[in-house]
């Protein structure tokens, strides 16, 4: 489990790369900090509090994948993305993995850049992308948001893992015997299993607050829907 977790814990990346990783998370947060500021208003501030309050709350839980012998949680990337937006959404994150690290000792305190580049900047920025694609083609309706949820935080989750096989071969501090690919393969399918659990999760909080409180939802107001194709005129001038 420990090999396979996506909270790096100390000693498992050397320390020069993970102070590169430390300036990256650094850098990608100070300019979250000044895009976010322009978002935030008395709609937005009070979401961003609950919605990390959320995602630490569920990042507590484990949920067990049998077939791949490890257990998942929630990231959070898709799911902040789409209520609070991508740069407020990155810092919930942000702050939910600094106060794991420091309190509860989950993650390294050495790794945090690490952490951070992957699960808050990495893995918010891949679901945005997506769900800014998704609900250009997609109608939306309840069903189509909780399609654009599930894929995002699939998709975001198996790309988080990636970043630390990326990270792993950069200053991983055990030598695999060239079997990069083999740990590459192993975190792809069981955070692919754990991506599926968190693209329920997703949906299903996503769609409630939808049905409440569209306005709420920080993807349906900022993300306009396509505009439709000009309709060419038919006849003469009169």
């Known amino acids: 489990m420990e090999t396979l977790a996506m909270h790096i814990s100390n000693g498992i990346i050397n320390g020069p790369v993970a102070a590169v990783f430390a300036a990256i ?4 947060m100070a300019f979250a900090v000044l895009r976010g500021r322009q978002d935030l208003d008395d709609r937005l501030a009070p979401m961003a ?3 990390a309050a959320f995602i630490f709350a569920v990042q507590m839980l484990n949920f067990p994948i049998f077939t791949a ?3 998942g949680h929630l990231l959070g990337g898709a799911l902040a993305a789409l209520l609070v937006g991508p740069w407020v959404g990155a810092l919930c994150v942000a702050v939910v993995l600094v106060v794991q690290a420091l309190v509860f000792g989950d993650g390294g305190v050495a790794m945090l850049g690490l ?3 992957n699960m808050a900047v990495l893995g918010t ?3 945005y992308l997506l769900i800014a694609a998704l609900l250009r083609v997609l109608p939306r309706t309840p069903a189509g948001l909780a399609v654009t949820a599930f894929v995002s935080a699939l998709v975001s989750v ?3 893992a990636m970043g630390f096989v990326l990270q792993y071969q950069l200053g991983g501090t055990t030598d695999l015997g060239g079997n990069l690919a083999g740990l590459a393969g192993t975190m792809a399918v069981s955070h692919l299993l754990i991506g599926i659990g968190e693209g329920l999760i997703t949906a299903t909080t996503v769609v409630t607050v939808a049905k409440v409180r569209p306005d709420l939802v920080y993807a349906l107001r900022a993300l306009k829907p396509a505009a439709p194709a000009p309709v060419p005129a038919v ?3 009169r």
């Open 158 to 160: 198996v790309v988080a």
């Open 125 to 127: 920025a891949v679901a």
């Open 49 to 51: 509090g609950l919605v």
């Open 25 to 28: 998370a650094l850098a990608a």
């Open 69 to 71: 012998g490890v257990s």
């Open 115 to 117: 952490n951070i580049t």
């Open 235 to 237: 006849g003469g001038v």
